[in-house]
């Protein structure tokens, strides 16, 4: 299904549906799951036998592939290989750019502060009559030991062009000192960890991930929430934030994907991921 023949992501793509099967509560491994993982819901470093949040132990992938079924015994012998080239490779460029937005106040604050020093000095700079203008360009050349007419011209020339260049600053800068929209910021390393799951779940089973509802107790449910439950708590210390993930994740999927595995093949040509 996931063979080199058509390995084209817009074909990766999957449509709007949601799969409801009565399945009922009782038969759903979810409370198993999150009682062999084991993790609390309070932090991320709330389990003390964890060395790292989002490193697989051997334990946690034992548990993880107990949760899923993958299409072949090659599929399941790639697992750990691909959970863990993941957390190496991807997982600590997401929380980069998480800790990136949340350093985003105080680059604001340091914007506004030179925002504010560059709109006066452009002011005055541009008050300067044209004969304050040609002194400044003349004192320049001279510090700079032009002495030539033709340069000390260039020199003012030159002036002009720094200030167009200021303009385009103060204009840059407005750009990063203008205030976000208001509202609760959307989790993006959810939102980047659940795409990923949902294309190493479609490759490990040769299945689409889709998010079903248990008709009776209306809980996330289904083979890849059983997937993606077993690994959350790996990344984010708890399962908090999963059924949203999961919900945000299928108002989106028909639109977007994620190249995870095939930009694991490339990196790692010698495991033979679609061969």
């Known amino acids: 299904m996931f063979g080199r023949g058509n390995t084209s992501p817009s074909l990766r793509c999957v449509s709007y549906d949601i799969d409801r099967k ?24 709330s389990n ?38 993941w957390a190496e490779v991807a997982l600590p460029q997401y929380w980069a750019w998480e800790r990136a937005r949340s350093e985003f106040p105080e680059r604001q604050r340091q914007a506004s502060a030179i925002l504010s020093a560059a709109r006066r000095f452009l002011a005055s700079l541009q008050e300067l009559d044209n004969n304050m203008r040609t002194q400044i360009a003349d004192r320049l050349a001279l ?22 260049y200021l303009r385009d600053l103060i204009t840059a800068i407005e ?11 959307r ?14 779940f479609e490759y490990l089973t040769d299945t689409k ?34 059924a949203a993930a999961l919900r945000n994740w299928d108002e989106t999927r028909a639109k977007v994907y994620s190249p995870v595995v095939y930009e694991m093949d490339l990196r790692n040509p010698e495991w033979g991921l679609f061969d």
């Not at 399945?23 to 084991?38: F, H, I, S, T, Y």
């Not at 750009?175 to 910021?185: E, F, Q, T, Y």
């Not at 989790?187 to 190493?200: F, K, T």
């Open 22 to 45: 009565d399945c009922g509560p009782a038969l759903c491994p979810l409370k198993r799951q999150r009682r062999e993982v084991g993790m609390a819901k309070s932090s991320k470093g």
């Open 48 to 85: 003390p036998d964890r060395p790292n949040p989002g490193e697989f132990t051997d334990r946690d992938i034992r548990l993880i592939l107990r949760a899923f079924t993958p299409a072949s015994e090659g599929k399941r012998a790639l697992a750990p290989k691909i959970l863990r080239d």
């Open 143 to 164: 510090n700079a030991e032009l002495i030539a007419n033709e340069d000390r011209l260039r020199v003012r020339d030159r002036f002009e062009t720094e200030l167009e």
């Open 175 to 185: 750009n990063i000192s203008r205030p976000r929209r208001r509202g609760r910021p």
């Open 187 to 200: 989790n993006r390393v959810a939102r980047r960890v659940i795409l990923d799951l949902a294309a190493i």
């Open 209 to 242: 991930a889709t998010r079903q509802v248990d008709s009776v107790s209306h809980e996330e449910s289904g083979p890849f929430q059983h997937f993606a439950a077993a690994v959350w708590p790996v990344i984010f210390g708890s399962d908090d934030g999963l």
